[in-house]
């Protein structure tokens, strides 16, 4: 089985079903076909750490592809609440980055990421030390917060910090950064938080820039598009230390995708 972003011609080894993507049949077909096959002996490189954020005793595909491949004890689980805080995502990582010990972190979505061959993880670590940058997050055909629409841009109680003005007018600007992507030929332009992988000495200072920027006692996950829109500013700021994955070289976000831009094919 493998998907591929047929605008790079890029088959990946770990795809994240994010938005409505994870209801689609074909990732029904994908999953249930995945754990169809033999349990395979995975790879994990003593330089990475894989992280992911679960609710205790929640069954998530991430830990499941992991334990098929023999690995989940190596996988740092970052126990969060129901219901899920997103914004709480960033303060757990930066507590989390200081624990690990390894030289790079990759961080994963727990309920809608797939890890596809037994080395999957260790092919990530690969392809990304061969960049210059610092940091790699995967790419997305759709943007959130989204600026166009407003979905994204106001907490639920309908009130908003005095900063969101600003932050708008930051996102706009990294908005227009985010052309470079399709000025190089892709589509998947806009960051996606949930796949990333980095050094970790540099992402925690990344994370320490995300905490600064929320304001003390906001924790709303609609406020600037919870965990995401936060990120989305630093990583602008931190271009080009911190890119995309426009071409899916790591990671496949299949939100907003068609059968334009992404093949899967169950039969290999």
């Not at 624990?99 to 979505?109: E, G, P, R, S």
């Not at 993880?121 to 392809?127: F, R, W």
């Not at 407003?150 to 706009?172: I, R, V």
């Amino acid at each position: 089985m493998y998907f591929r972003n047929k605008l790079s011609n890029n088959m990946v080894s770990i795809v994240h079903a994010n938005g409505p993507a994870k209801h689609e049949k074909y990732w029904d077909d994908a999953v249930t076909h995945y754990f169809k096959e033999n349990p395979c002996h995975g790879q994990l490189s003593d330089e990475l750490t894989v992280i992911t954020w679960s609710v205790p005793g929640e069954s998530t595909l991430l830990e499941n592809c992991m334990q098929q491949m023999g690995i989940k004890d190596r996988l740092i689980v970052i126990p969060m609440k129901q219901p899920f805080d997103f914004l709480d995502k960033i303060r757990k990582m930066e507590k989390y980055l200081k624990i690990v010990q390894t030289k790079y972190v990759m961080a994963l979505d727990a309920t809608d990421v797939m890890l596809l061959g037994y080395d999957a993880c260790d092919e990530a670590l690969g392809k990304f030390v061969k960049k210059t940058a610092r940091c790699v997050f995967g790419a997305e055909l759709n943007q959130w917060p989204n600026l166009k629409t407003g979905q994204g841009l106001a907490d639920s109680s309908g009130d908003a910090p005095l900063d969101l003005g600003s932050w708008k007018n930051e996102l706009a600007k990294v908005r227009e950064t985010e052309e470079v992507y399709e000025w190089l030929g892709s589509p998947f332009k806009h960051l996606c938080s949930g796949t990333w992988i980095g050094e970790r000495e540099y992402m925690i200072d990344f994370y320490g820039e995300v905490m600064k920027l929320i304001p003390e006692g906001w924790w709303d996950e609609n406020l600037f598009g919870g965990d995401q829109g936060f990120i989305t500013l630093v990583a602008g700021r931190r271009f080009p230390e911190v890119v995309l994955d426009y071409k899916s070289e790591i990671f496949l976000s299949l939100s907003g995708t068609t059968e334009k831009e992404v093949e899967l094919n169950l039969e290999v």
